[in-house]
């Protein structure tokens, strides 16, 4: 029954109810039992797909819409027929799908089953919902509808694979279930990139290929990847205490970012540098030695884009019309605000989307070679006025 499960919608469910309908009355099979199994199937991969570990999921099929809806169960239970994990033992635990608690705890020494809150609710909770409640009911709680199995949406996320194979410049990874494709411009410059070698990506889109195939599009270069690591690695960032505003990168070589935070007390760069530098190392390590600049972001222009430029120091930001800026520096820091080939204020103008004009205090009049750059969405509305 698993194959039904896969990629299927609404209708696709009401036609298969009265396939079903029909191979039973042709061959004397009982209906309802098969719709059981399909019931079944559904809410494994359900599980699968959206569920919590040792979460225990039903299905339902409407015969005549084809609807579908799906809940989960736990058990009432109080102290004297489960007990509560030591730390090691909730590590340890394993629960497998949507089978019952007692053919997937471990009891030794007539200990009582393992607790597990996806699974159980104690009594109190359960009379909370339900009054009459009592030790060995299930209550049903209303799970959202969802049925793009096989699919599900991971796009903006970072998954793990290993590499498969190569063509033509692109790279093929296995991702499990799954494959991935990273095209040739998707990847960083100079990394090595060894075939069965395991490695994190960033999904940018889930397409069809010609065959009417998922085909998930991974990157290695994409800004928000550097993002995305930062909120595997910062707790912070991860429950929305610090918020990365912006990201700006040349893969492979160097990347800024913008975070902020209101929480009184929080420093957002400092969260995101970790104790002795921990977190962003742990970034770095991911993606070699690529530079990361973190900045802190401001309301205030001027501040912002003072901060854009580190690690240069900014003498004084002057903002002309809309979304322009002219900095100027001190002489010794005026290649530091450039950087090499202009690097530095290059990006400074992406992750901020003004046009920065960077000149030295001392001759604010001199335009500096690689000094002035503009932000993508900049250039493209110059274009377009041009072309009116």
């Known amino acids: 029954m698993e194959g039904l499960s896969k990629n299927i919608n ?3 469910l009401k036609q298969i109810v009265t ?14 039992r098969v719709l059981e199994g399909v019931e079944d199937s559904l809410a494994t991969a359900y599980r699968k797909e959206y569920g919590q570990k040792g ?34 033992e909730a590590e340890d635990s394993v629960i497998e799908d949507n089978k019952p608690q007692e053919e997937s705890d471990e009891i030794i020494e007539n200990k009582l089953p393992l607790y597990h809150p996806e699974r159980h609710i104690f009594i109190a909770e359960a009379q909370n919902i339900k009054p009459d409640a009592v030790i060995g009911d299930s209550l049903e709680f ?5 049925l793009d199995f096989g699919r599900i949406d991971k796009e903006g996320k970072i998954i793990s694979g290993i590499i498969h194979r190569f063509d033509r410049g692109n790279v093929h990874v296995d991702l499990g279930r799954i494959s991935g494709i990273m095209f040739a411009n998707e990847a960083v410059p100079g990394e090595h990139y060894g075939a069965s070698s395991r490695m994190r990506f960033y999904i940018v889109t889930i397409q069809e290929n010609r065959r009417g195939q998922p085909e ?7 800004p928000r990847f550097i993002a995305k690591l930062f909120e595997l690695e910062v707790p912070e960032i991860a429950d929305g205490t610090v918020v990365i505003k ?4 040349e893969a492979g070589s160097r990347t800024k970012m913008a975070v902020f935070s209101d929480a009184q007390g929080v420093d957002p760069i400092g969260s995101c540098v970790g104790q002795r530098g921990t977190r962003i190392m742990a970034v770095t390590n991911e993606i070699g030695h690529e530079k990361i600049d973190i ?4 309301a205030n222009p001027e501040e912002y884009l003072a901060a854009s430029l580190s690690p240069a120091q900014v003498k004084e930001v002057q903002v002309f019309g809309k979304n322009e800026a002219r900095v100027l520096v001190p002489a010794n820091q005026l290649s530091l605000a450039i950087g090499k080939g202009g690097q530095n204020v290059r990006l400074a103008a992406k992750l901020t989307g003004w046009k920065i004009d960077v000149r030295s205090e001392m001759n604010p009049n001199e335009e ?5 750059a503009e932000s993508i969405e900049a250039v493209e509305a110059t274009e377009e006025a041009g072309g009116e």
Not at 74 to 82: L, P, T
Not at 142 to 146: A, D, N, R, V, Y
Not at 295 to 298: A, F, G, H, K, Y
């Open 246 to 249: 912006g990201v700006a990168r």
């Open 10 to 12: 609404q209708m696709d």
């Open 216 to 222: 998930i599009i991974l990157s290695r270069a994409h």
């Open 55 to 88: 979460e225990v999921v039903r299905a339902k099929i409407n015969s005549s819409t084809g609807e579908v809806n799906f809940w989960q169960i736990k058990e009432v239970v109080d102290e004297s027929i489960v007990r509560i994990p030591e730390e090691k």
């Open 368 to 372: 500096q070679e690689d000094g002035v």
């Open 19 to 32: 396939i079903i309908n029909q191979i039973a009355k042709e061959r004397g099979i009982d209906a309802a």
């Open 142 to 146: 209303p799970l959202e509808p969802k």
């Open 295 to 298: 900045v802190e972001w401001s």
